[in-house]
């Protein structure tokens, strides 16, 4: 059975699949990479350089996929390679984006006694193939690893977003949040890692990403 909340002896491995297409670049890209490093630090500070509480994954998609963080502690993790967006990327393609999250979920697929795996999806336009993302999606929804049943949040960046398809892409509606503007990104991501502190599983942990 998955744990009911997150610590040294119950790691939560955390999927970030990050849009990095050419709609990112500029502003956008450089507030992702700053959420980025702000949420990092708000996880050292949660283990308190004892134990690592997380494990960190990171793919990046343009028109090609790129895994640049597998399953690294937030205490190793350079963060100079998680946080040198650019948005030179090319389109979106999602669906390989999202094909490649549930990869490396099946590859590292944890234990039994590990908080549930969460994939958290950030786009700002539209993915080339829709079908083939909402088929990709999906696939992620429907699996079973051995930390337990993965859960997917699509957050929507700026005005150019299709809310509707990221409803049908996360886990669930409420699992589906639009960020208005892109420094939202530097309140949202460091929040997420003060969510260990929740007891009683993933709905506690869902409810407080609900309400960040």
């Given at each position: ?67 640049i963080a ?7 993790l350079d ?62 929804r429907s ?70």
């Open positions: 059975m998955p744990a009911p909340r997150v610590t040294s002896n119950s790691p939560w491995h955390l999927v970030f699949v990050l849009d990095d297409s050419e709609s990112m670049t500029g502003a956008p890209a450089n507030t992702l990479n700053r959420a980025l490093d702000e949420m990092l630090e708000e996880m050292k500070l949660l283990s308190q350089g004892t134990k690592p509480y997380f494990k960190i994954s990171v793919i990046v998609f343009g028109s090609h996929v790129k895994v597998e399953a690294e502690s937030e205490q190793t963060k100079a390679k998680v946080t040198g967006f650019a948005g030179s990327s090319g389109t979106t393609n999602l669906a390989a984006a999202l094909n490649e999250a549930a990869t490396l979920l099946k590859r590292r697929s944890g234990t039994t006694n590990d908080f549930d795996p969460y994939v958290f999806l950030l786009t700002d336009g539209q993915p080339d193939d829709p079908a083939a993302a909402l088929n990709a999606a999906q696939a992620i699996m079973e690893v051995a930390a337990g049943k993965p859960r997917l949040i699509a957050i929507g960046l700026g005005d150019g977003v299709n809310m509707p398809f990221l409803q049908q892409v996360a886990s669930n509606q409420e699992l589906a949040k639009h960020l208005q503007n892109h420094e939202d990104l530097v309140k949202f991501f460091p929040a997420i890692g003060t969510v260990v502190s929740s007891a009683g599983g993933t709905q506690a942990v869902d409810q407080a990403i609900i309400d960040i």
